[in-house]
């Protein structure tokens, strides 16, 4: 037990550093309970899908800088598709978006091995193609979903015993549990840490590093494909701008234990890391600090967290 919890020591951390900032949320508005909550965790929802998708890129040691502009298209996709479609056809629709997404993180992991250009490169060109593609399929915010869809992620699910907990946020944990736990506890969960730990080692083991690596950007699509699709069911339009996706992903895999050096850390951390910033911005916005001092301060606890992991990237390097 004890050895669990020291290995686990940062997510607990982070886990109880939640539960004060929900304390201190609750004390700066008494009104705010599980409606609150509920309200949270679907302006949470995006975020934690698309840091998923990138703590699983940087834990195969890499970056994706393309993350929000897949979220992008996928919005727009799924809200073009699916203006006036019967229910029936949206499902094939998110399971075509899907795929559309996990493609085009798969083309970025192929460019990345066929070109040896760096990640950074590659997915920083993905990313003008796709916000361009964006806007392409959809001029400005428009389009509509499913009502089955959006209401998926509105309101409570009954827990007997226990009240009700936010729908968006049983969406998150299924998303997280079917995707990446069979891949965690699998052959391939182990070489993706393989790689991100040290790639030439890997290779001298007998771990496919390319085909690893492909996998890990097509994970990181079929994430941003649901983080899409999370953004459109939560305005029920296609939203074509990318939203502020990308550093808020790197910061909250960075805040949650994911080493920029890649093989360490995991998918919990990163879920409460984004959370926490989430509630830090609900808290200075009840505080009535000045929204663009709230920008501020979020972008520079963002940009510190990065650089903070990038110092212990370098200094676990060096040691």
């Known amino acids: 037990m004890a050895g669990f919890v020291s290995r686990n020591a940062w997510t607990f951390g982070l886990a109880a550093f939640l539960a004060l900032l929900l304390v201190a949320t609750k004390i700066i508005q008494p009104s705010f309970g599980i409606d609150g909550l509920d309200s949270v965790s ?5 975020f934690a899908l698309a840091t998923l998708g990138m703590s699983i890129v940087i834990i195969a040691g890499g970056i994706d800088l393309s993350i929000g502009s897949i979220m992008a298209v996928a919005s727009v996709t799924a809200a073009v598709m699916m203006q006036g479609q019967s229910d ?3 499902v094939p629709i998110v399971l075509f978006v899907l795929a559309f997404g996990a493609l085009i993180g798969a083309i970025n992991g192929a460019l990345i091995v066929i070109t040896r250009v760096p990640d950074i490169v590659v997915t920083l060109a993905t990313l003008f193609v796709l916000e361009g593609a964006a ?3 959809l001029e400005s915010p428009g389009g509509a979903i499913a009502p089955w869809l959006r209401e998926l992620i509105v309101g409570g699910l009954p827990i007997p015993g226990l009240g009700w907990i936010p729908k968006s946020l049983v969406v998150l944990v299924v998303s997280a549990a079917v995707i990446w736990m069979p891949i965690s506890r699998s052959k391939l969960g182990l070489m993706l840490y393989a790689i991100g730990s040290d790639k030439l080692a890997a290779f001298r083991s007998g771990v496919p590093v390319s085909r690893t690596k492909i996998i890990s950007y097509a994970l ?5 494909a649901l983080g899409g699709l999370a953004v459109t069911m939560s305005t029920g339009i296609g939203e074509p701008i990318p939203g502020p996706y990308l550093l808020a992903s790197v910061a909250a895999a960075v805040l949650g234990g994911v080493s920029l050096t890649g093989g360490k850390g995991g998918l919990i951390g990163p879920i409460l890391a984004v959370f926490i910033l989430r509630l830090m911005r609900l808290d200075l916005t009840l505080l009535s600090v000045d929204p ?7 972008g520079t606890v963002m940009v510190a967290v990065v650089m903070f992991g990038g110092l212990l990237a370098v200094r676990g390097k060096k040691s």
């Open 292 to 298: 663009n001092a709230t920008s501020i301060i979020e």
């Open 220 to 224: 990181a699509g079929l994430f941003a």
């Open 135 to 137: 806007i392409l399929i």
């Open 42 to 46: 679907r302006a949470a929802l995006p």
């Open 88 to 90: 029936g056809l949206s």
